[in-house]
């Protein structure tokens, strides 16, 4: 499991991604891979291609932004050349609920060439609020952490253990994606309400 380098994507207008990206990228590191951070919240981070060839899998964090990751990431994700690259994606929500956000992003992973093993959800404070009302202030928490420290044991066995798929077998209708998942290893689901 050890020597993996891991490049962890993230974007985060509120700082809740971010801290679950530090906490999954503490626990890599624990587990011997070797992790390099891209904050792709700022306007001029996306305007320079993201380099994958380095890396033996990327980890791939997004805030669900209406039901869907943020609209400047689904038009940046199209633009990524994933090279058939194994991928874990995690997503951050409010509390309501994470919409079409796993299937809409994982897809255009796949488009973009990616091969995304799973996917997991974590909760945070709910950050959109016009109505005074508060959803899930206190998180995460120690609990979402230790979920998170999980969703890092995971990312560290899977890539160690599934085979690459060839660049050109990637896609959203590959026979080589379908046979290599299951995907959509939900980590946790703790509405806390
Ligand atoms: C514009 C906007 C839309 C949001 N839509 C949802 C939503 O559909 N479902 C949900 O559960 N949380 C929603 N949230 C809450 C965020 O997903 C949550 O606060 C997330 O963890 C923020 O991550 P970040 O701080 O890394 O940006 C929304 C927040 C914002 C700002």
Known sequence: ??????????FSATNVTHTYAQV?????????????????????????????????GVVFGFPVFSDFA?????????????????CALFLTYGGRTTGYAHFHTR???????????FSA????RHSFNVG??????????????????????LVAERFAKEAPVAAEQTGNNSPALAKSNPWYGRMQFVPGL
């Open 1 to 10: 499991m050890a020597n993996l380098r891991i490049a962890l994507v993230y």
């Open 24 to 56: 999954i990228r503490d626990g890599l590191v624990d587990r011997g891979c070797a992790v390099q951070l891209f904050n792709v919240t700022a306007y001029a981070s996306r305007q320079t291609p993201l380099r994958l060839d380095g890396f033996d």
């Open 70 to 86: 943020p609209s400047v990431i689904n038009d940046w994700l199209p633009k990524l050349e994933g090279m058939g690259k194994k």
């Open 107 to 117: 897809l255009l992973l796949e488009q973009a060439g990616c091969q995304v093993l």
């Open 121 to 124: 959800e974590f909760l945070g």
């Open 132 to 153: 005074g009302w508060r959803v899930l202030p206190a998180r995460p928490n120690a609990q979402d952490f230790a979920v998170a420290q999980e969703y890092a044991t």
